[in-house]
């Protein structure tokens, strides 16, 4: 039961302090999670913290792939007009 940071991940650094188990350490390109150390917060906070303060949508994923901050959720863009940019672009 752990999470991952993905290669959206900007290098802000605002995860690293918040962990409660000092999980989270560079590793080139971006930051990594220690699978060993990583409980997910659970027992300790409500929600996992390094998820709560990062403001990169899909940076962190939980071990299914699935993003804690979704597409749009942070921007509050509709993930249509997102995909569609992307598209475009
Ligand atoms: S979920 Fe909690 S324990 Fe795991 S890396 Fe994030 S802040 Fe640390
Ligand atoms: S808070 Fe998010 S963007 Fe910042 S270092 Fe952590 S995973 Fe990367």
């Keep these: 039961m752990a999470l991952a940071i993905t290669e959206t991940c900007v290098n802000c650094w605002a995860c690293v302090d918040v962990c409660p188990n000092a999980a989270i350490a560079w590793d080139d390109p971006v930051f990594a999670i220690d699978t ?7 027992g ?3 929600e996992a913290q390094c998820a709560a303060i990062c403001p990169i949508e899909c940076a962190i994923v939980n071990e299914l792939g699935e993003a804690l ?10 993930v249509g007009k997102l ?3 992307k598209e475009a672009a």
Aim: proline share 9%.
């Design 36 to 42: 060993r150390k990583c409980t997910e917060c659970t």
């Design 44 to 46: 300790e906070f409500a």
């Design 69 to 78: 901050n979704p597409l749009g959720s942070l921007t509050g863009i509709p």
């Design 83 to 85: 995909l569609a940019l």
